[in-house]
């Protein structure tokens, strides 16, 4: 099965950019469709993004469309999540999560339960 690492994270000022990274290994990286999530304290877990297995594909919940954009590199087995324009409510610990995409046809989750496979998460803060 994958195991997934996130960096990238840290202490960002509004208006500010990021980039997080998540690091894929034990398994073949573009066999997963992958998705980012976040959660802010006290709050449930939410859904940023996800991307097909080839990359092709994405979708992003509303929250975030236009100021974020998830790709991913599978030739060196990592996802990413560039994140522009960021805002105190972005402050949040951001995980990726991962399924087996099994050549079937993708279709973008933002469901976290029907991702089993999750990293450790990445804090993202955002000072005004």
């Known amino acids: 099965q994958v195991q997934l690492r996130e960096s990238g994270g840290g202490l960002v000022q509004a208006g500010g950019s990021l980039r997080l990274s998540c690091a894929a290994s034990g398994s073949t990286f573009s066999n997963y469709a992958m998705g980012w999530f976040r959660q802010a304290p006290g709050k449930e877990r939410e859904f940023v993004a996800a991307i097909s297995d080839g990359g092709e594909r994405t979708y992003y919940g509303d929250s975030v469309k236009g100021r974020f954009t998830i790709s991913r590199d599978n030739a060196k087995n990592t996802l990413y999540l560039q994140i522009n324009s960021l805002r105190s409510e972005d402050t949040a610990t951001y995980y990726c999560?991962?399924?087996?995409?099994?050549?079937?046809?993708?279709?973008?989750?933002?469901?976290?339960?029907?991702?089993?496979?999750w990293g450790q998460g990445t804090q993202v803060t955002v000072s005004s």
């Open positions: 999560a991962a399924y087996t995409s099994l050549g079937n046809p993708w279709y973008p989750s933002e469901a976290s339960q029907e991702y089993p496979y």
